[in-house]
């Protein structure tokens, strides 16, 4: 293994470190910003909606401009995008002021997910062996630290700018250093005309066949069904339906947080050990159990462990998703991945309202039975997941590739 594959693991398991404490940043202090801008409760879902419509698009641009710069650019330039739009966010007052926030962090954040996911698939594909669960508890660790400033933020009453500006003080140069040793894959995008116009082909002459990604993308958004779930209405679901306190409701998410910390932090070695499809396979099940305890639950300590086992299920699927493409499409893993990425926003988008609309309509109880099924699903395209006969993650590991080609700053 080589002293550049060392660093691009360690850059790029820092991008994802910073982009879990922006993102949590910024959706742990939403009633902040709803006071700071006055925005009523009834314009409040547009703006929400808005944040992962752009994303989509931005998941989208990113696809287009891998075809003539390297992903590794693409992540250069959009992590201080999404840094310098929190920053916007936390010290406006006018309406306008966080529309145009909102909408460049959303752009900017679908364009970083896409590229350092793109880039999570190459450097996976150069080790011989699953690291991409690694990277994502990178990102949960961020999380983690994202949601502890916030709350200290809101303990002090410090004013979202105050909050925000010594964190992107500190992890935009960071994130600009880091950048310097990014690996791509070696291959330069593909040049404009015929080749870089053909909707999914990129320098190795790969197609995207969206038939073959679609139990991807279908798992992809099952996934963030069951996530947006956790992090939108597991406080609400605690407090109201399982009377807990207002404090002890705070619990599940930062639960379901540590335990996909711990899930992910273990989970490459039971891909390596055990096949990605057979950890794809538990995860799904330890998730659909999950939710069945959340709604039989009698009380709060009990659905606080049906949100643990959550957490350790559902934490392991979307990084061995992204993988999977990558496995599918290695002739066009970062237009696979771009694709694959928009349906995040898609599983978000639908998961909250449908929750909300459930538990209002009937109850909340009825409603975390959706998200128990629509885990329960992923079991049947597990087999979307298994590695072609000369690829990893089968238990038989390929050797590891020393000539990764072109890495270091991506100039």
């Given at each position: 293994m080589?002293?550049?594959?060392?660093?691009?693991?360690?850059?790029?398991?820092?991008?994802?470190?910073a982009?879990?404490?922006?993102?949590?940043l910024?959706?742990?202090?939403?009633?902040?910003?709803?006071?700071?801008?006055?925005?009523?409760?009834?314009?409040?879902?547009?703006?929400?909606?808005?944040?992962?419509?752009?994303?989509g698009a931005?998941?989208?641009?990113?696809?287009?401009?891998?075809?003539r710069?390297?992903?590794?650019?693409?992540?250069?330039?959009?992590?201080?995008?999404?840094?310098?739009?929190?920053?916007?966010?936390?010290?406006?007052?006018a309406?306008?002021?966080i529309?145009?926030?909102?909408?460049?962090?959303?752009?900017?954040?679908?364009?970083?997910?896409?590229?350092?996911n793109?880039?999570?698939v190459?450097?996976?594909?150069?080790?011989?062996?699953?690291?991409?669960?690694?990277?994502?508890?990178?990102?949960?660790?961020?999380?983690?630290?994202?949601?502890?400033?916030?709350?200290?933020?809101?303990?002090?009453?410090?004013?979202?700018?105050?909050?925000?500006?010594?964190?992107?003080?500190?992890?935009?140069?960071?994130?600009?250093?880091?950048?310097?040793?990014?690996?791509?894959?070696?291959?330069?995008?593909?040049?404009?005309?015929?080749?870089?116009?053909?909707?999914?082909?990129?320098?190795?002459?790969?197609?995207?066949?969206?038939?073959?990604?679609?139990?991807?993308?279908?798992?992809?958004?099952?996934?963030?069904?069951?996530?947006?779930?956790?992090?939108?209405?597991g406080?609400?679901?605690?407090?109201?339906?399982?009377g807990?306190?207002?404090?002890?409701?705070?619990v599940?998410?930062?639960?379901?947080?540590?335990?996909?910390?711990?899930?992910?932090?273990?989970?490459?070695?039971?891909v390596?050990?055990?096949?990605?499809?057979?950890?794809?396979?538990?995860?799904?099940?330890?998730?659909?159990?999950?939710?069945?305890?959340?709604?039989?639950?009698p009380?709060?300590?009990?659905?606080?462990?049906?949100?643990?086992?959550?957490?350790?299920?559902?934490?392991?699927?979307?990084?061995?998703?992204?993988?999977?493409?990558?496995?599918?499409?290695?002739?066009?893993?970062?237009?696979?991945?771009?694709?694959?990425n928009?349906?995040?926003?898609?599983?978000?988008?639908?998961g909250?309202p449908?929750?909300g609309?459930?538990?209002?309509?009937?109850?909340?109880?009825?409603?975390?039975?959706?998200?128990?099924?629509?885990?329960?699903?992923?079991?049947?395209?597990?087999?979307?997941?298994?590695?072609?006969?000369?690829?990893?993650?089968?238990?038989?590991?390929?050797?590891?590739?020393?000539?990764?080609?072109?890495?270091?700053?991506g100039?």
């Amino acid at each position: 293994m080589t002293e550049t594959l060392r660093r691009g693991r360690t850059s790029l398991a820092f991008g994802f470190l910073a982009q879990g404490v922006a993102f949590a940043l910024l959706v742990t202090r939403i009633p902040a910003l709803q006071d700071q801008y006055g925005i009523s409760d009834g314009l409040l879902p547009v703006f929400l909606a808005a944040v992962p419509v752009l994303a989509g698009a931005g998941s989208m641009g990113a696809e287009r401009l891998v075809r003539r710069v390297r992903p590794s650019r693409v992540m250069r330039w959009s992590q201080p995008a999404v840094l310098l739009a929190l920053l916007g966010a936390g010290a406006g007052d006018a309406m306008w002021e966080i529309a145009v926030a909102l909408a460049a962090f959303g752009v900017a954040v679908g364009a970083l997910d896409a590229s350092m996911n793109m880039l999570g698939v190459s450097l996976q594909r150069a080790y011989g062996r699953s690291i991409m669960l690694g990277f994502h508890a990178a990102y949960s660790l961020g999380g983690i630290v994202g949601a502890s400033l916030a709350w200290a933020g809101a303990h002090w009453d410090l004013s979202l700018f105050v909050l925000y500006l010594p964190v992107v003080v500190v992890l935009l140069p960071a994130a600009l250093l880091a950048s310097r040793w990014y690996v791509d894959d070696g291959a330069e995008g593909a040049p404009e005309g015929p080749e870089g116009a053909d909707g999914g082909r990129n320098a190795e002459g790969g197609v995207v066949v969206f038939r073959t990604l679609l139990p991807l993308c279908l798992v992809m958004a099952f996934v963030y069904i069951g996530d947006s779930t956790v992090s939108n209405w597991g406080a609400k679901y605690l407090q109201d339906v399982l009377g807990s306190s207002e404090q002890l409701s705070t619990v599940p998410y930062n639960v379901y947080m540590v335990t996909a910390l711990v899930g992910r932090g273990v989970g490459d070695l039971g891909v390596r050990r055990f096949g990605a499809v057979a950890v794809v396979r538990a995860g799904a099940v330890l998730g659909a159990v999950g939710f069945g305890v959340v709604a039989v639950a009698p009380g709060a300590w009990v659905g606080i462990g049906g949100f643990t086992l959550l957490g350790l299920g559902l934490c392991v699927i979307v990084p061995q998703t992204f993988a999977a493409a990558g496995r599918l499409f290695p002739g066009a893993s970062d237009a696979a991945v771009a694709r694959l990425n928009i349906f995040n926003y898609v599983g978000f988008l639908v998961g909250s309202p449908l929750v909300g609309a459930l538990g209002d309509g009937w109850n909340y109880r009825g409603a975390m039975v959706v998200p128990l099924v629509l885990v329960l699903v992923i079991l049947r395209y597990a087999r979307s997941f298994a590695p072609g006969p000369d690829r990893y993650g089968d238990g038989h590991e390929r050797a590891r590739t020393a000539d990764v080609g072109r890495g270091g700053n991506g100039l």
